[in-house]
């Protein structure tokens, strides 16, 4: 169960939101970072993000997770709606399991390679919370900010309608060319 907690305003390098801490029965507090009066007649736009520690506090190139972060705040202060953050780090896998699949990319093995010489799942991520977040802003239909299917499988799964997807297209660093290029063939993400 996820249930609200705190909220305040978050003055932002993106502008002001209104941040909600959330309580969750089976995770670390998810948060929800609001921009603007949310039309609820209409399809919200939300963003799905999962926490990387190491690209948004530890400037890592590997990924593309903080540009993400950083084009979906300013996609929300232009144009109202949901960042919600979920703390789940390396698809779910935890901090210092994505470290050592790190090590494993060193060495030349993909990510999904990686997870499963290490008995890790290859996306252990969940969406509860998210959807409870949603139902709690009251939100049923979205313009979901993703190129992850599985993002949009689990909301339309949860009955939240999942009316259009706005893709979040960023610069790749060379550092995560082949990253980007096997979630997209073997992940099967909507990358252009």
Do not use: W
């Amino acid at each position: 169960m996820t249930k609200i907690f705190a909220e305040t305003n978050l003055p932002t390098v993106h502008g002001i939101f209104r941040l909600r801490a959330y309580r969750s029965t089976k995770t670390i507090d998810p948060i929800a970072m609001i921009s603007g009066y949310l039309d609820r007649e209409q399809a919200v736009s939300v963003r799905i993000h999962s926490s990387c520690l190491t690209s948004e506090v530890l400037g890592s190139t590997k990924c593309d997770c903080k540009l993400q972060l950083d084009a979906s705040l300013a996609y929300m202060q232009q144009h109202t709606g949901v960042v919600i953050y979920l703390q789940q780090e390396g698809r779910g896998i935890g901090l210092s399991e994505k470290i050592r699949v790190y090590a494993l990319q060193e060495q030349g093995y993909d990510t999904i390679e990686a997870n499963e010489m290490l008995g890790l799942p290859v996306d252990a991520r969940l969406y509860d919370d998210a959807v409870s977040i949603l139902r709690d802003l009251g939100i049923g239909k979205v313009n979901l900010l993703t190129n992850n299917p599985d993002k949009i499988n689990a909301l339309s799964d949860a009955g939240i309608e999942v009316v259009s997807r706005t893709p979040i297209t960023t610069l790749i660093d060379p550092h995560a060319a082949s990253y980007m290029a096997t979630k997209k063939a073997r992940m099967g993400h909507l990358l252009e």
